[in-house]
């Protein structure tokens, strides 16, 4: 597959992560964490803010072609 090719399927998979990431994210803690201490959203925030790059990283790896297969 042509690099640019591969770039840009990646940037638009990274777009729909960020959002649907986002918006399931806000809905978890919009549904589970109302009566919880500020902390506590803090915490949720902070790990889920975060967790987000873990996918990101792989989708950046694809698109720079540094995927390794297994054999």
């Known amino acids: 597959m042509p690099p640019r090719l591969r770039s840009f399927i990646g940037t638009i998979l990274i777009?729909?992560?960020v959002i649907i990431y986002?918006?399931?994210?806000t809905t978890i803690?919009?549904?589970?964490?109302a009566n919880y201490p500020w902390w506590v959203?803090?915490?949720?925030?902070?790990f889920s803010g975060l967790l987000?790059?873990?996918p990101a990283m792989l989708i950046?790896?694809?698109m720079a072609g540094r995927v390794r297969k297994n054999d």
């Open 41 to 46: 959203h803090l915490l949720y925030f902070l």
């Open 15 to 17: 777009i729909f992560l």
């Open 29 to 33: 803690a919009t549904l589970t964490l």
């Open 22 to 25: 986002a918006l399931v994210a």
């Open 52 to 54: 987000w790059i873990l």
């Open 60 to 62: 950046i790896k694809w």
